[in-house]
């Protein structure tokens, strides 16, 4: 799409920028703008829960609320998808919730980084959840876990080819969980940017005819930015959800 | 400018993003799971103990006044049969009253008329008893005066006036 240098990259709101260099065992552990939105996001989520409590009034405050609000939102999301025995991981899908959809959202945002439209970020959740399901599965029901990958109540001759495809299916967990994330809010974004370029490159062309024609996607872009609000919930809440099922598989199976 | 295209792809920061992950996503759990969730899940269990035993206040309250209003209407009841009652007996000794009063005074305007009737009577009897006696003697007057004293005259002209007296 370049058709001169330095023609606008839709790209380049997902580039990693240097702020304070740092190297360690080799390792570029750089803090960058990414880290900065995530310890962006920490900090805000942070102050909404904690310090939003003033007293223990009967009627809590705006922000006390969104904070009550969304702790009976993910306790209820733990609770049905789960059960009882759920409630010990509680803080972990009430973090995974709030920190995704904190990412998210601070995405939304002009000018700022959207620190889940990084594969590595997503994929490096999934693959922490994944594994602890999985060794909480294997706790909980020792070597019996395996039968999870057996289903019931099918032919015996067509056992090993649906044993394969459970331990597939199983294995591209992480795989899907991170990707969808990841896919959802860089493609978003990317939308948004190249819309952007379209109302800016009409407005500005000097061409008469085009100019007026720039409204059209500035509606679009004012339209598709709220659909990208209720994506970055959206997603935040597709993610929490599944890691309650992935849980609920290894503690219940099935 | 990205080489790549896609930064998602540059691995030259995957170590980065992943040691601040790590970091933030612990602090983050660490601060909830210790402080922030205890907290809000105490706001909350507050809360609804404090609305419990309001609702429940509010409930023993109403009950209260329910019965309150019961007993109101109950003692308006009884006041109005306890009128009732008073009215019905006032009236019932009244008209006794009135019964005994009109027999009493029945009774005695009976004997009243009784008495002047049989006065009346005595009256009557000796006022017949004067006249057949003033009859016969202006009667005997006058004969004597015109016939001069005639005894068989006196008795047929006593006969007389009796009859006479008596019709």
Not at chain 1, 11 to 28: G, S, T, Y
Not at chain 1, 168 to 180: A, E, F, G, H, K
Request: net charge negative; with cysteine; proline share 3%.
């Amino acid at each position: 799409m370049a058709e001169k240098s330095g023609a606008p990259d839709p790209m380049h709101q997902f580039e990693i920028v240097e702020l304070i260099e740092f190297k360690a065992f080799d390792l570029n552990l750089s803090f960058t703008n990414s880290s900065l939105f995530m310890v962006f996001s920490v900090a805000l989520i942070i102050l909404l829960t904690l310090f939003t409590f003033n007293g223990r009034g009967t009627v809590p405050t705006r922000l006390q609320s969104i904070a009550e609000l969304s702790y009976e939102f993910v306790g209820k999301m733990v609770r049905d998808n789960v059960g009882d025995e759920g409630q010990r991981y509680f803080p972990f899908i009430f973090c995974l919730f709030m920190f995704v959809l904190f990412c998210n959202m601070l995405g939304m945002i002009p000018y700022t980084f959207t620190v889940t439209s990084h594969i590595i970020v997503t994929f490096a959740l999934a693959i922490v959840i994944f594994f602890g399901v999985t060794v909480i599965g294997f706790v909980m029901h020792g070597i019996n876990f395996l039968k999870f990958f057996v289903p019931s109540g099918v032919p015996k001759a067509l056992l090993p080819l649906l044993v394969v495809i459970e331990v597939i299916s199983y294995l591209t967990r992480p795989v899907s969980l991170s990707v969808r994330l990841f896919a959802n809010m860089m493609a978003g974004h990317t939308m948004l940017k190249v819309f952007g370029f379209f109302v800016a490159g009409m407005f500005f062309s000097g061409n008469l005819f085009i100019a007026p024609l720039g409204v059209a996607p500035l509606l679009f872009i004012t339209a598709f930015t709220g659909l990208e609000i209720l994506v970055a919930f959206l997603q935040a809440y597709v993610f929490a959800i599944l890691t309650c099922i992935y849980l609920n598989d290894a503690i219940h199976m099935h | 400018m990205s080489e790549s295209g896609m930064p998602q792809l540059n691995t030259e920061y995957f170590a980065s993003q992943i040691f601040w992950l790590i970091i933030s996503f612990i602090i983050l759990y660490v601060v909830m799971a210790k402080y922030a969730l205890p907290k809000i899940a105490n706001v909350i269990e507050t809360r609804k103990d404090i609305i419990a035993r309001d609702v429940e206040e509010a409930e023993n309250f109403k009950k209260e006044s329910e019965s309150t209003e019961q007993g109101y209407l109950q003692s308006i009841k009884e006041a109005q049969e306890k009128a009732s009652e008073y009215l019905l007996n006032s009236r019932n000794k009244l008209n006794l009253l009135i019964e005994e009063e009109n027999n009493d005074f029945e009774k005695a305007s009976r004997e009243l008329i009784q008495k002047f009737e049989t006065e009346l009577e005595k009256k009557k009897s000796v006022v017949l008893e004067n006249s057949e006696q003033i009859a016969y003697d202006v009667s005997n007057d006058i004969i004597s005066r015109v016939f001069g004293e005639n005894p068989l005259v006196k008795d047929t002209l006593k006969d007389n006036i009796r009859s006479m007296v008596k019709r």
